[in-house]
């Protein structure tokens, strides 16, 4: 299981110490120092089974100056809103847990990041790998 997280978000925080209580084994990326790529994000939404548009934080200063108000929520504005999620790593909706079932959610609940606990893989619930400073 990896979790993408923001460590000054507190509801990363929260899903890190419900993780860490369940002793469940994961292992951390710190988004806004190491950015999904377009492919990654395109990866994690087939995952989530959502759009771009469903995972961006649309109220942040950056989407505001993007102007992603106004942005068409088609298929042929799909590429453009991944490629803003890219630039602008700080527009995505935080914590994102990919499950060992190779399903993934936001986390942005205690019963959501619970819920990735029950999609883990064989000695998933044992041990964890944290990425360094997590």
């Known amino acids: 299981m ?4 923001n460590p000054a978000c507190s509801k990363c925080r929260s899903a890190v110490q ?4 369940e002793g469940a084994a994961y ?5 806004l120092e190491e950015p999904p790529t377009a492919d990654e994000l395109r990866g994690v939404l087939e995952r989530l089974g959502l759009e ?3 995972i961006t934080r649309t109220q942040e200063a950056e989407a505001k100056e ?3 108000g106004a942005w068409e929520r088609t298929e042929a504005g799909r590429e453009r809103w991944i490629a803003a999620l890219a630039a602008h790593p700080r527009l995505i909706q935080r ?3 990919t499950a060992d079932d190779g399903s993934a959610l936001v986390g942005r609940s205690e019963d ?5 606990l029950t999609r883990t893989g064989p000695g998933g619930g044992s041990g964890q790998s944290r990425g360094a400073g997590a």
């Not at 990896?2 to 997280?5: D, F, G, Q, V």
């Not at 292992?27 to 988004?31: E, G, H, I, N, W």
């Not at 959501?112 to 990735?116: E, G, S, Y």
């Open 2 to 5: 990896e979790i993408w997280l």
């Open 18 to 21: 419900i993780l860490d209580e």
């Open 27 to 31: 292992t951390v990326r710190k988004y």
């Open 52 to 54: 771009p548009w469903d």
């Open 66 to 68: 993007l102007g992603l």
């Open 95 to 97: 914590p994102i847990i």
């Open 112 to 116: 959501a990041v619970r819920h990735a």
